[in-house]
């Protein structure tokens, strides 16, 4: 017997009743429904994109595509610093934003208006391993600027942080390095 289920989007946009039995009109009512999921998905994703341009923070743009470390951690120079490295125990500024996977900022030293000062060795793992390098990772220059992409066992892991970054979440940053103290 064939069973029926009215479905509306995020949108409250209807669409048609989907018959179980396959049906040539089911299957494009279907089809329409995922296209239509889908461009809502990518659209809330642009939103916020163009929300963080909006609040005039920086988005870095790589010439290509993120390399994956062996730790998870993913990255791509925007521009590759001419200045020192910094390694462990150093404190260093860098500014930076962070984002989650469907584009909101949740925290910006931009905003702010002033770099944070800290230890690279002192923060979540995947900022460690981006910042100071790791066996296939470069450490960065003073003057650079990289994207991070950090799983959640580089970042905040299963629990999340303050409300604002669920758990499991992978974390998107704007790093840049602007100067070892």
Known sequence: ???????????????ASVRANGDASANA???????MVAFLASSATLTHAYASAARGLPTFECASEPTT????????????????????????????????ENGRVFDSSYERGSPLTFRADQVIKGWGLGILGDDDVPAMKVGGKRKLIIPADL????????????GGATLYFDVELVAIL
């Not at 017997?1 to 669409?15: G, I, K, L, Q």
């Not at 009512?29 to 296209?35: K, Y």
């Not at 998870?72 to 462990?88: I, T």
């Open 155 to 166: 970042g905040y892991g299963a629990r999340g942080a303050g409300g604002v970054i669920p």
């Open 69 to 100: 470390s062996k730790s998870g951690l993913a990255y791509c120079d925007a521009v590759v610093g001419e200045g020192a490295s910094p390694v462990k125990g150093q404190t260093i500024k860098a500014h930076y934003t962070g984002r989650l």
């Open 29 to 35: 009512a279907s089809s329409r429904r995922h296209a």
């Open 1 to 15: 017997m064939a069973t029926r289920r009215s479905v509306r989007t995020r949108a409250t946009m209807p669409v």
